[in-house]
Nanobody
């Protein structure tokens, strides 16, 4: 069983920044694709940004291009999602997900392993 843990969420004013982290104590994240999803109240879960094992980034949500980036720290076994210039519509519960058999895909149902999520709230 893979246990992913997200952290770094919080409340921020529009235009602010946050850095979300996804880590695991029993799984080497650098060997697999790690995808960030988000889910706002009343909306379906949507893929945001994914990093492949070769560190290629894939954006799935056009509205975050130029504002969000994804990166890895292999030594810390952590994947980061940097959120800049945050907007109210970015408010959501953010999850990281992975699977040992697939790479980056926007289909949430393809991933077997999920964290518990970290809440991002953007408001003035």
């Amino acid at each position: 069983q893979v246990h992913l843990v997200e952290s770094g969420g919080g409340w921020v004013q529009p235009g602010g920044s946050l850095r979300l982290s996804c880590t695991a104590s029993d799984f080497k994240l650098d060997l697999y694709a790690i995808n960030w999803f988000r889910q706002a109240p009343g909306r379906e879960r949507e893929a945001v940004l994914c990093i492949s094992p070769t560190n290629t980034s894939t954006y799935y949500t056009d509205s975050v291009k130029g504002r969000f980036t994804i990166s890895r720290d292999k030594a810390k076994n952590t994947v980061y999602l940097q959120l800049n210039d945050l907007k109210a519509e970015d408010t959501a519960l953010y999850y990281c997900a992975t699977d040992m058999w697939i790479g980056c895909t926007k289909a949430a149902n393809m991933y077997d392993y999920w964290g518990q999520g970290t809440q991002v709230t953007v408001s003035s």
